[in-house]
């Protein structure tokens, strides 16, 4: 059982904003930068958004944002390219550990 | 722009030792303060955080992994690498390499197979 929480999938239409949500506790969401990572087709993971930050090269559609311990990813405009896996994690203080999410399967319809 | 690449052996035999390199390019390990991650996915499951180390050897693991795990750092070869004892089929897994505290660098990933 991971220590975040997030959505098994997720769909949406194109053009369609869609959020996907990761929950966790005090102990790291609440506390630490969240990260959010896209895996295409089994691929390596590609960081889309950390903290508040969008890496060089992520189309300004994607943006986070994060209240008390839950944090969010929103894609605005949503692309047939944007399907993927998306994996949020951060830093656990109470294990001393990065912690992943369970993944959200999100299907552009 | 850096890139990381994982090398090791694509298949240990059960109880043996997992052995994994990953090799940084476009940039030295030693500069900046960045940590050095393993991260593991098994075949249709998700990603598991195994361990980092700082270039100055400070290393974390995952509690359910520490007992078997080391990660140590060469900078003279620009290089981390991660020892997994006593492996079962359950380690089974592509194994990644990633430079944090962001995880914005990955390698591509290398398949091992634990199997007699």
């Known amino acids: 059982q991971s220590a975040l929480t997030q959505e098994a999938s997720v769909s949406g239409t194109v053009g369609q904003k869609v959020t996907l949500s990761c929950t966790g506790n005090?102990?790291?969401?609440?506390?630490?930068?969240v990260g959010w990572y896209q895996q295409i087709s089994h691929g390596a993971p590609k960081t889309v958004m950390f903290?508040?930050s969008l890496p060089s090269g992520i189309p300004d559609r994607f943006s986070g944002s994060k209240s008390g311990t839950t944090a969010s990813l929103t894609i605005s405009g949503l692309q047939p390219e944007d399907e993927a896996d998306y994996y949020c994690s951060t830093w656990d203080y109470s294990l001393s550990a990065r912690v992943f999410g369970g993944g959200t399967k999100l299907t552009v319809l | 722009q850096v890139q990381l690449q994982e090398s090791g052996p694509g298949l240990v035999k059960p109880s043996q030792t997992l052995s994994l390199t990953c090799t940084v390019s476009g940039g030295s390990i030693s500069s900046g303060s960045y940590y050095w991650s393993w991260i593991r996915q098994p075949a249709g499951k998700g990603l598991e955080w195994i361990g980092r180390?700082?270039?100055?050897?400070?290393?974390n693991y995952n509690p359910s992994l520490k007992s078997r795990v080391t990660i140590s750092v060469d900078t003279s070869k620009n290089q981390f690498s991660l020892k997994l004892s006593s492996v079962t089929a359950a380690d089974t897994a592509v194994y990644y390499c990633a430079r944090g505290p962001d995880l914005g660098y990955w390698g591509q990933g290398t398949l091992v197979t634990v199997s007699s």
């Open positions: 180390i700082y270039t100055s050897g400070s290393t």
């Open positions: 005090s102990n790291n969401i609440g506390s630490y930068a």
């Open positions: 903290g508040n």
